[in-house]
């Protein structure tokens, strides 16, 4: 036997995730510019990071020969007084992603389930299986999270149901009282995980309530990041928020310096910036009806999205994915999704929409 021939078959049977093209790469195939070429493949930020931010980021160079502060006592400070939530229950990651596998790490195993939606962020499946736990993957309603079904999957063995909302890549969103009722009718041993990555883009009517259900429910866990409104993605840094009890056991499997002295103090400064976080929200408004409005012009259609991106039926996605590269555009093919006559768009600067835009339009004449 091999040596990788010996490792656990669930170890053997994760399919990698598969990350946004990243821009140098696209300019070396190609033979183009990075400035040429337009990225809308990931949920980034089109406007960057917020000023205040990269100033503290900068200011922080001085102790890099330093560890971190293996605990995020100013991040933590700051996000309990801003959210009016125990520092106790709050529990910081190397992104969100990291969080979600210390739920997975803490909670999950062989003998274990974790229920998550089909079309749901791939994360979810990719955290379980490498607990060797099995993943319950429940059949979508109109793209979304079917929360009834969701709810009769859950079996004997489950321990955690990961919902995102909005969902990603599909964009979707489940209102307060549908996830309200949900949590009521869930037996408190089964952890639900509200992944709420892309709340900051939802109009204010729509977010859920969320940080109010933490005191009624000891079995929720939510995590949102720094990688999306914030516009930190390199910096990698996100949170969990949690019974103080359930962020302990979370914090038992975290490494001790997860979350580097760049990325706190980044993130840190980037909470005290209220402004950016509006003109975020503005930019991927507006970007998002340039977007629609555009589908619509060349009469195509898409899933409905509440986060920084939709996804486009396109009809053969991987070939107008590969037309698109040619143009020097990037965007996401969702077929590992179960999508594959979609492709998923992040939200661009106006003058990115519109090069994607007329990228499509051209190679969807010549077809
Ligand atoms: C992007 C994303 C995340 C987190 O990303 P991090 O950069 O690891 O914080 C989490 N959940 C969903 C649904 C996402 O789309």
New binding site residues.
Partial sequence: MTLCELAPAHIRAIAPYQPGKPISELAREMGLRDADIVKLAS?ENPLGASPKARAAVAASLDDLALYPDGNGFELKSALASGLGVDIAGIVLGN????V?ELVARALLGPGTSAVFSEHA?A?YPLATQATGAVGISVPARAYGHDLVAMHDAIREDTRVVFI?NP??PTGTLLGADELHDFLVSLPARVAVVL?E??GEFLDEVLRAPSVGWLAEFPNLIL?R?F??AYGL?GL?V?YALAAPDVADLLNRVRQPFNVNSLALAGATAALDDGEFIARSKAVNDAGMAQLVAGCERLGLTWIPSFGNFVCIEVGDAARVFQSLLHKGVIVRPVANYGLPTFLRVSIGLPEQNARFLAALAEILEQA
């Avoid at 992104?95 to 990291?98: F, I, M, V």
Wanted: charged share 20%.
């Fill in positions: 949920n992104g969100s992603n990291d979600l962020f994360v995102a969902n990603n992944d990555a892309y995590t990041t990688s999306k993605a990698r996100g």
